[in-house]
Protein backbone atom coordinates (compact mmCIF):
# COMPACT_ATOMS: atom_id res chain seq x y z
CA UNK A 1 0.00 0.00 0.00
CA UNK A 2 1.38 3.61 -0.96
CA UNK A 3 1.72 6.08 1.93
CA UNK A 4 1.28 8.92 -0.49
CA UNK A 5 -2.35 9.35 -1.04
CA UNK A 6 -2.28 8.97 2.99
CA UNK A 7 0.37 11.93 3.30
CA UNK A 8 -1.35 14.15 1.16
CA UNK A 9 -4.82 13.88 2.48
CA UNK A 10 -2.52 15.29 5.97
CA UNK A 11 -0.84 17.62 4.69
CA UNK A 12 -4.31 19.15 3.03
CA UNK A 13 -6.11 18.81 6.08
CA UNK A 14 -8.01 15.84 4.93
CA UNK A 15 -7.25 13.59 7.05
CA UNK A 16 -9.87 10.94 8.27
CA UNK A 17 -7.37 10.47 11.66
CA UNK A 18 -8.75 13.65 13.07
CA UNK A 19 -10.82 12.01 16.34
CA UNK A 20 -10.74 10.40 19.86
CA UNK A 21 -8.33 8.09 20.67
CA UNK A 22 -7.53 4.99 22.98
CA UNK A 23 -3.76 5.44 23.85
CA UNK A 24 -2.18 2.86 25.66
CA UNK A 25 1.37 1.63 26.29
CA UNK A 26 3.23 -1.65 24.65
CA UNK A 27 6.54 -2.92 25.34
CA UNK A 28 7.23 0.77 26.92
CA UNK A 29 5.81 2.96 23.72
CA UNK A 30 2.98 4.76 23.25
CA UNK A 31 -0.22 3.08 20.83
CA UNK A 32 -3.25 4.67 19.78
CA UNK A 33 -6.60 2.89 18.50
CA UNK A 34 -9.53 4.90 17.41
CA UNK A 35 -11.90 4.73 20.23
CA UNK A 36 -15.10 3.62 18.18
CA UNK A 37 -13.48 0.70 17.73
CA UNK A 38 -13.22 0.00 21.51
CA UNK A 39 -15.96 -1.54 22.91
CA UNK A 40 -14.61 -2.48 26.60
CA UNK A 41 -11.89 -2.89 28.86
CA UNK A 42 -11.60 -5.80 31.08
CA UNK A 43 -8.68 -7.38 33.28
CA UNK A 44 -6.71 -9.88 31.72
CA UNK A 45 -8.11 -13.38 32.47
CA UNK A 46 -6.98 -16.81 31.81
CA UNK A 47 -7.64 -17.77 28.24
CA UNK A 48 -8.61 -21.15 27.00
CA UNK A 49 -5.76 -22.05 23.96
CA UNK A 50 -6.74 -23.39 20.69
CA UNK A 51 -4.54 -25.69 18.37
CA UNK A 52 -2.57 -24.45 15.35
CA UNK A 53 -2.83 -20.95 16.18
CA UNK A 54 -0.35 -18.63 15.50
CA UNK A 55 2.05 -17.42 19.04
CA UNK A 56 0.35 -13.73 18.84
CA UNK A 57 -3.35 -15.42 19.74
CA UNK A 58 -3.46 -16.83 23.09
CA UNK A 59 -6.83 -17.92 22.71
CA UNK A 60 -10.30 -17.41 23.72
CA UNK A 61 -12.54 -15.93 26.17
CA UNK A 62 -16.22 -15.79 27.27
CA UNK A 63 -17.56 -12.44 27.69
CA UNK A 64 -20.98 -12.73 28.13
CA UNK A 65 -21.54 -15.45 26.48
CA UNK A 66 -19.47 -14.57 23.20
CA UNK A 67 -16.21 -16.33 22.80
CA UNK A 68 -13.60 -13.80 22.05
CA UNK A 69 -10.08 -14.25 20.43
CA UNK A 70 -7.53 -12.56 22.36
CA UNK A 71 -4.00 -11.12 20.61
CA UNK A 72 -1.24 -10.31 22.38
CA UNK A 73 -0.07 -7.25 20.69
CA UNK A 74 3.84 -7.55 21.96
CA UNK A 75 4.17 -10.87 20.42
CA UNK A 76 2.52 -9.46 17.42
CA UNK A 77 4.71 -6.53 16.68
CA UNK A 78 7.97 -8.37 18.07
CA UNK A 79 8.79 -6.79 20.87
CA UNK A 80 10.02 -8.05 24.01
CA UNK A 81 7.74 -9.51 26.88
CA UNK A 82 7.79 -7.74 29.90
CA UNK A 83 5.68 -9.60 32.25
CA UNK A 84 2.05 -9.12 33.38
CA UNK A 85 1.24 -7.02 36.56
CA UNK A 86 -2.06 -5.73 37.43
CA UNK A 87 -2.33 -2.78 34.86
CA UNK A 88 -1.64 -5.45 31.57
CA UNK A 89 -5.41 -5.55 30.59
CA UNK A 90 -7.33 -6.62 27.62
CA UNK A 91 -8.87 -3.68 25.63
CA UNK A 92 -11.85 -5.64 23.93
CA UNK A 93 -12.34 -4.05 20.26
CA UNK A 94 -14.89 -4.81 17.52
CA UNK A 95 -13.95 -4.91 13.47
CA UNK A 96 -15.57 -5.56 10.06
CA UNK A 97 -14.88 -8.69 9.04
CA UNK A 98 -13.55 -8.80 4.92
CA UNK A 99 -15.52 -11.59 4.08
CA UNK A 100 -18.93 -11.13 5.60
CA UNK A 101 -18.51 -7.39 7.08
CA UNK A 102 -20.55 -8.47 10.29
CA UNK A 103 -18.75 -7.03 13.37
CA UNK A 104 -16.29 -9.47 15.42
CA UNK A 105 -15.40 -8.57 18.77
CA UNK A 106 -11.47 -9.01 19.40
CA UNK A 107 -9.79 -8.67 22.44
CA UNK A 108 -6.12 -6.78 22.90
CA UNK A 109 -3.00 -7.66 25.60
CA UNK A 110 -1.77 -4.15 26.58
CA UNK A 111 0.55 -3.62 29.24
CA UNK A 112 -1.99 -0.50 30.60
CA UNK A 113 -4.27 1.95 29.34
CA UNK A 114 -3.93 5.64 29.38
CA UNK A 115 -6.59 7.33 28.26
CA UNK A 116 -8.93 8.96 25.51
CA UNK A 117 -7.50 11.88 23.92
CA UNK A 118 -8.75 13.90 20.73
CA UNK A 119 -5.88 13.99 18.05
CA UNK A 120 -6.06 16.51 15.52
CA UNK A 121 -5.28 16.37 12.12
CA UNK A 122 -2.27 19.00 12.90
CA UNK A 123 -1.39 16.97 15.50
CA UNK A 124 -0.78 13.60 13.14
CA UNK A 125 2.26 12.94 10.84
CA UNK A 126 2.19 10.10 8.65
CA UNK A 127 4.81 7.71 9.54
CA UNK A 128 8.34 7.51 8.73
CA UNK A 129 9.83 6.03 5.16
CA UNK A 130 11.61 2.83 6.14
CA UNK A 131 11.73 1.75 2.88
CA UNK A 132 10.20 -1.04 1.60
CA UNK A 133 11.86 -4.04 3.06
CA UNK A 134 10.27 -2.49 6.53
CA UNK A 135 6.99 -3.65 7.23
CA UNK A 136 4.55 -0.20 8.91
CA UNK A 137 1.61 -0.45 7.08
CA UNK A 138 -0.03 -1.09 10.37
CA UNK A 139 0.76 2.54 11.50
CA UNK A 140 -1.65 4.97 10.29
CA UNK A 141 0.28 7.72 11.26
CA UNK A 142 2.24 9.17 14.30
CA UNK A 143 0.04 11.56 16.81
CA UNK A 144 2.27 14.21 18.34
CA UNK A 145 0.96 14.56 21.97
CA UNK A 146 3.20 17.69 23.88
CA UNK A 147 6.74 16.50 23.99
CA UNK A 148 5.22 12.70 23.52
CA UNK A 149 4.09 10.44 20.29
CA UNK A 150 1.91 7.94 19.37
CA UNK A 151 1.74 5.58 16.90
CA UNK A 152 -1.85 5.38 15.73
CA UNK A 153 -3.01 1.99 14.19
CA UNK A 154 -4.76 0.53 11.80
CA UNK A 155 -6.53 -2.17 14.04
CA UNK A 156 -8.65 -3.77 10.51
CA UNK A 157 -5.19 -3.76 9.20
CA UNK A 158 -3.47 -6.00 12.46
CA UNK A 159 -6.19 -8.25 12.61
CA UNK A 160 -7.35 -8.99 9.20
CA UNK A 161 -3.93 -10.15 7.98
CA UNK A 162 -4.27 -13.06 10.03
CA UNK A 163 -5.53 -15.47 7.15
CA UNK A 164 -8.37 -17.06 10.12
CA UNK A 165 -10.66 -13.91 10.57
Do not use: W
Not at 4 to 30: C, N, R, V, W
Not at 53 to 63: D, K, R, S, T
Not at 107 to 129: A, R, T
Request: charged content about 25%; overall charge negative.
Amino acid sequence: MSLKPMKEAIIHGASQLDGKYLTFILGGEGYGIPVLKVREIIRLRETTALPKMPPHIIGVINLRGKIVPVFDLRIRFGLYESGQDERTCVIVTQIKTNQSGEIKLIGLVVDSVEEVIHISNDQIDPPPDFGSNIEISYIQGIGKIGNNVRMLLDLDRIILEDSCF
